[in-house]
T-cell receptor, first 111, second 115 residues
Framework: GQQLNQSPQSMFIQEGEDVSMNCTSS?????WLWYKQDPGEGPVLLIA?????ELTSNGRLTAQFGTTRKDSFLNISASIPSDVGIYFC???????????FGKGTRLHILP | DTGVSQDPRHKITKRGQNVTFRCDPI?????LYWYRQTLGQGPEFLTY????????KSRLLSDRFSAERPKGSFSTLEIQRTEQGDSAMYLC?????????????FGSGTRLTVV
């Protein structure tokens, strides 16, 4: 079946470091989305990507829609404590109307 | 508009009991989605509505699950004869029709614990 693989599963970094995470799909996507989820809350949309090759920034966050349409990455620059949480990639396959989520990358910031 | 609202936030129930959750979407959004999230996993699609029509149901939605959106506004998700495996966070999301800015707005979820 169709799969969405997200890596790494977890990251432990120092405050101020840059972070990179990625997602790959077994099939092409029309839309890639990146969400962040804090404990006990629903996911919040960070960045949406609609075209292959598209590079979009939102403050310290940058995400790209891979040219093969089967992958995407999210970078966070100069991490701060409030970046802690779970980051999910998600996307839409052509002809589908529902978003499919990866399993998440858990970001921890060491004191 | 205060976003997507879900009620209750937490529910503890005994195995075999029925439970019902409510979701109030963003008022101008015509699409409403239900997802389930278990510990350590991403949200998994259950079902979605466009206005009052239920357009798709996942295989995860067994016969014990039913969802309604009678007037195209709020939605309810009912689980009958709950089982311990139903313990999860149930998330509701809403969106307008697909286009630029597509991406759901999620509620804070209802955490169900079946004991």
């Amino acid at each position: 079946g169709q799969q969405l693989n997200q890596s790494p599963q977890s990251m432990f970094i120092q405050e101020g470091e840059d972070v990179s995470m990625n997602c790959t799909s077994s099939s092409i996507f029309n839309t890639w989305l990146w969400y962040k989820q804090d404990p006990g809350e629903g996911p919040v949309l960070l960045i949406a990507l609609y075209k292959a090759g598209e590079l979009t920034s939102n403050g310290r966050l940058t995400a790209q829609f891979g040219t093969t349409r089967k992958d995407s990455f999210l970078n966070i620059s100069a991490s701060i404590p409030s970046d802690v949480g779970i980051y999910f990639c998600a996307g839409l396959w052509p002809g589908d109307d529902k978003i499919i989520f990866g399993k998440g990358t858990r970001l921890h910031i060491l004191p | 508009d205060t976003g997507v609202s879900q009620d209750p936030r937490h529910k503890i129930t005994k195995r075999g009991q029925n439970v019902t959750f409510r979701c109030d979407p963003i008022s101008e959004h015509n699409r409403l989605y239900w997802y389930r999230q278990t510990l350590g996993q991403g949200p998994e699609f259950l079902t979605y509505f466009q206005n009052e029509a239920q357009l798709e149901k996942s295989r995860l939605l067994s016969d014990r699950f039913s969802a309604e959106r009678p007037k195209g506004s709020f939605s309810t998700l009912e689980i009958q004869r709950t089982e311990q495996g139903d313990s999860a966070m149930y998330l509701c999301a809403s969106s307008s029709d697909r286009g630029q800015g597509y991406g759901y707005t999620f509620g804070s979820g209802t955490r169900l614990t079946v004991v």
